[in-house]
C-alpha cells in the first residue's frame, strides 16, 4: 500500500507538472484592440433644385466618391440654400460646392478650390414667362420679384444690383430655392424671377415652360468644388481625383448620366478641375456691388 500510494503520488505530481507545461505554452490572447473609425466629412452643394430632387442628385455622387477616395462623406442639406450655406459658415461643413464664399470676407475662412461641374458659362438674369406682358426692366417697377434667397450670388445677388443700377424698385421674396422661385412666377405670384440661366434651362426642359430673358449678366464659371482647411490634404486630394474621374470610371460615368437626366441638362454631366483663378468673375462682382449686396 505504501509503494502505490508513493507511485501514485509520483503519477499525480508528473501530470500535474505536465498540464503546468502545457498552459504555460499557450498564449494568453491579446487584448481586444480598439476600433478605428474614419471621420466622416460633410459635403454641403447649394440647393439649386428642390429639396427632393437635389438629395436624389447629389447622393448617389456622393456615395460614389466616398467608395472610390476611401473618404467617408455625409450629404448635408439644409431646407433652403441659404439654410445650406448656413452650415458652412458656422464651420459644420468640410466640403462644398458653391459660389458662396468668393466675397472679401468669406474669403478670409480659407476655402479652397479643387474642381467645378463641366458646363458652359452662367448668367444672371431676370425672366418671366414667355406670355408676360412685361418685356423690360422698367416694367417690373412696383412689383414682386422671386429670388431663391438672399446667398444665391448670380441669381440674387448680381440680378438686384441691377435693378439697383436701373433705379427699379421692386418688392423682393425670397422662395427658398430656384424651383420655388419659378413657381411663385408661373402662379402669378410674382411678376418676374431672377435667376440663374443654366437653371432656366433646366427647369425650362423639366416643367415644359417658356421663358422670356428681360436681362443677361456677363458670364460665370459654374458653382466651385471646394474644402475647408481643416480637411487634411491627402483626403482633398482623394476626394477630387474620385470626382474629377468619375466620367473615366463605367460605374461613375452610369451616375452622371442618370444625373444629369434626372435634371434634364443639356450636355453630359461631369466634373473639371478648376482652380480660384476660374473664379474672377465673381471677386470682381463683390469689387463693385452694392455695400448691401456684398
Known sequence: MRITFRAGLAALCAGLLAGSA????????????????????????????NLRLSASFWNPIVAYVSEKSGVRLNLKLG???????????????????TNHLFSPERAKMGWTVFGRRRAAPLHA?????????????????????????????????????????????VAVAFAGNMDAAFTQLFSGRARAA?????????????????????WSSPP?????????????????????????????????????????????????LAFVAASDADYAAYRAFYQAAPAALR
Open 220 to 268: 460665370f464659371n459654374d458653382l466651385a468644388l471646394m474644402a475647408s482647411k481643416r480637411v487634411p490634404p491627402a483626403q482633398v486630394r482623394a476626394v477630387a481625383e474620385a470626382f474629377l474621374g468619375m466620367e473615366r470610371d463605367p460605374q461613375g460615368r452610369r451616375i452622371l448620366a442618370a444625373a444629369a437626366e434626372m435634371i434634364h441638362a443639356p450636355e453630359p
Open 79 to 97: 431646407r433652403t440654400s441659404a439654410d445650406t450655406t448656413s452650415f458652412i459658415l458656422a464651420n459644420e461643413v468640410d466640403f462644398a460646392f
Open 125 to 169: 438674369q431676370i425672366v418671366v414667362p414667355a406670355d408676360s406682358p412685361v418685356r423690360s426692366l422698367a416694367q417690373l417697377a412696383g412689383g414682386t420679384v422671386a429670388f431663391p434667397g438672399p446667398e444665391a450670388l448670380v441669381a440674387y445677388k448680381v440680378t438686384y444690383a441691377e435693378l439697383l443700377r436701373a433705379k427699379v424698385p
Open 194 to 214: 431672377g435667376a440663374n440661366s443654366q437653371l432656366v434651362r433646366n427647369y425650362a426642359e423639366r416643367e415644359n415652360k417658356a421663358f422670356r430673358v428681360l
Open 22 to 49: 502545457f498552459a504555460a505554452a499557450v498564449p494568453a490572447p491579446a487584448p481586444a484592440q480598439a476600433p478605428v473609425y474614419t471621420p466622416v466629412y460633410n459635403f454641403s452643394p447649394v440647393n439649386q433644385y
